[in-house]
């Protein structure tokens, strides 16, 4: 017996019920399932007016999925790709940039534990946190060694 097919709503909710997403996200995923007749703007307008679909989650829910293991340029460009942008994305930003050295050290420390002697075993390591989106100042801090107790004294 086939299972009965969903209603572009029921699948939006269910989406939802997994994890956050954007209105760009949502709606590119229930484009693939809309039939004749069916409007996926009006639908995602509908889930925005409810509550259900929310930037500002889909946002902090992002950043607290990445932000261990990611730099700031990496995270914003990320909440770009998913139509996050103007004044929401600023304020996300000034609060990444608090944190981002103190990210960048966690990171370093996990990864390798100890500054490197070696000049080419000391760039391996800062091109791990280069390509992972932090900035050239955290990565710098991180390649110091720097203690992680100082910045929670900060």
Same mark, same amino acid.
């Given at each position: 017996?086939?299972?009965? +097919?969903?209603?572009?709503? #029921?699948?939006? $909710?269910?989406?939802?019920?997994?994890? !956050?997403?954007?209105?760009?996200?949502?709606? @590119?995923?229930?484009?693939?399932?809309? !039939?004749?007749?069916?409007?996926?703007?009006?639908?995602?307008? $509908?889930? !925005? /007016?409810?509550?259900?679909?929310?930037? &500002?989650?889909?946002? &902090?829910?992002?950043?607290?999925? @990445?932000?261990?293991?990611?730099?700031?340029?990496?995270?914003?460009?990320?909440?770009?790709?998913?139509?996050?942008?103007?004044?929401?994305?600023?304020?996300? /930003?000034?609060?990444? #940039?608090?944190?981002?050295?103190?990210?960048?050290?966690?990171?370093?420390?996990? /990864?390798?534990?100890?500054? #490197?002697?070696?000049?080419?075993?000391?760039?391996?390591?800062?091109?791990?946190?280069? $390509?992972?989106?932090?900035?050239? @100042?955290?990565?710098?801090?991180?390649? /110091?060694?720097?203690?992680?107790?100082?910045?929670?004294? +900060?």
């Amino acid at each position: 017996m086939a299972a009965p +097919q969903l209603s572009l709503k #029921a699948r939006a $909710l269910r989406f939802l019920s997994m994890r !956050e997403h954007s209105r760009l996200e949502l709606g @590119r995923k229930l484009s693939k399932y809309a !039939e004749e007749g069916d409007d996926v703007e009006a639908l995602l307008d $509908l889930l !925005e /007016k409810n509550n259900w679909l929310s930037q &500002e989650r889909f946002s &902090e829910s992002l950043i607290h999925r @990445r932000a261990a293991r990611f730099g700031n340029s990496r995270i914003v460009a990320e909440l770009q790709s998913h139509g996050v942008k103007g004044e929401a994305l600023q304020e996300l /930003k000034a609060g990444l #940039a608090d944190s981002e050295t103190a990210r960048a050290c966690e990171v370093w420390q996990r /990864k390798f534990g100890e500054v #490197a002697t070696d000049p080419k075993e000391r760039n391996k390591q800062m091109r791990f946190l280069m $390509l992972r989106g932090f900035s050239q @100042r955290a990565v710098q801090a991180a390649m /110091k060694g720097v203690d992680l107790d100082e910045f929670d004294e +900060q």
